[in-house]
């Protein structure tokens, strides 16, 4: 049985950084296609990035494109999401998912059956 600790989260203001990590117990990440979603209050948990099991393939959110950056380090069995000029739209709950092996749907919250228990992060103007 796999789990999905995630730390990192915080608040801080418009154009901060934060890196976010989600530690898997009990495997390694390269048996597990990986992503990050959020969910803000309000809305619907929504597709952040993807990073399939090798790591050879990304997917982001057009929202987050160019300002967040998805890796995993094997050898600390951990999933990062670095965050760069974070916005107020960035503020959500984050949550770690994870597949075995490579899922047929790296975006989509059905493609995964592991899930952490979130950490918040908090963007102010």
């Known amino acids: 049985q796999v789990q999905l600790v995630e730390s990192g989260g915080g608040s801080v203001q418009v154009g901060d950084s934060l890196r976010l990590s989600c530690v898997v117990s009990g495997r390694s990440t390269t048996d597990y296609s990986m992503a990050w979603f959020r969910r803000a209050v309000g809305k619907e948990r929504e597709f952040v990035a993807a990073?399939?099991?090798?790591?050879?393939?990304?997917n982001y959110a057009d929202s987050v494109q160019g300002r967040f950056t998805l890796s995993k380090d094997r050898a600390r069995n951990t999933m990062y999401l670095q965050m760069n000029n974070l916005k107020p739209d960035d503020t959500a709950v984050y949550y770690c998912?994870?597949?075995?092996?490579?899922?047929?749907?790296?975006?989509?919250?059905?493609?995964?059956?592991?899930w952490g228990q979130g950490t918040q992060v908090t963007v102010s103007s």
């Open positions: 998912a994870a597949h075995f092996f490579n899922t047929p749907q790296p975006m989509d919250i059905s493609g995964y059956e592991y």
């Open positions: 990073i399939s099991r090798l790591g050879e393939r990304l």
